[in-house]
């Protein structure tokens, strides 16, 4: 864990791909360990991941933000927000869509940076509440968020992942958010 001062949040950049790709596919490969089977998580790749995110870039649709936090000049954290989907359908309440701390910065106010940024944009662009979906088995990150003031509401949803069933569960809550944001992630 990295001690520092408290990251500068803004918004993503093209240039930022790479980095963001290494915290996303590295965290994977850290907090799903044991929950997914480990031969998916070491087959990750950060430049396919990265390729992926490039190809996509600024086509995430109206109301999709990319957020990254950053120490002395470096992103250690990158968040993704958008209007909640019900299947196909957009709806008017927010979806947290990814929020990840660089390893070695997790447990120094970059989750709850990015969160409260996130949760801000997303109160200002007319969101009355913000949802998020999290692996049920990964009990540091639902802390995290209900801390936060985002509670699990009893939704559930399986995916599979290498053959294997993985349960997401839904935490939310009302803009905006009355929680203690947390220094864990």
């Known amino acids: 864990m990295t001690s520092a001062a408290a990251p500068q949040v803004r918004e993503m950049t093209l240039a930022d791909v790479d980095r963001?790709?290494?915290?996303?596919?590295?965290?994977?490969?850290?907090?799903?360990?044991?929950?997914?089977?480990?031969?998916?998580?070491?087959?990750?790749?950060?430049?396919?991941?990265?390729?992926?995110?490039?190809?996509?870039?600024?086509?995430?649709?109206?109301?999709?933000?990319?957020?990254?936090?950053?120490?002395?000049?470096?992103?250690?954290?990158?968040?993704?927000?958008?209007?909640?989907?019900?299947?196909?359908?957009?709806?008017?309440?927010?979806?947290?869509?990814?929020?990840?701390?660089?390893?070695?910065?997790?447990?120094?106010?970059?989750?709850?940076?990015?969160l409260q940024e996130a949760a801000r944009r997303a109160e200002a662009l007319g969101h009355p509440a913000m949802r998020l979906w999290v692996l049920e088995g990964n009990a540091p990150a639902r802390r995290f968020y209900t801390r936060a003031g985002l509670h699990a509401d009893g939704a559930e949803e399986p995916f599979e992942v290498a053959g294997v069933t993985v349960s997401e569960v839904r935490h939310g809550g009302r803009l905006p958010l009355e929680g203690s944001f947390p220094t864990a992630l």
């Open 20 to 114: 963001v790709s290494e915290i996303r596919v590295r965290g994977w490969q850290w907090a799903y360990r044991g929950l997914m089977p480990q031969s998916y998580l070491d087959a990750l790749s950060v430049a396919e991941d990265a390729e992926r995110r490039r190809a996509g870039f600024g086509r995430g649709g109206p109301g999709v933000v990319n957020l990254v936090a950053e120490r002395a000049g470096t992103v250690v954290g990158w968040a993704a927000l958008g209007p909640y989907r019900e299947g196909e359908v957009l709806t008017e309440e927010a979806e947290l869509y990814a929020l990840y701390a660089a390893v070695e910065h997790i447990g120094t106010g970059v989750g709850r940076a990015l």
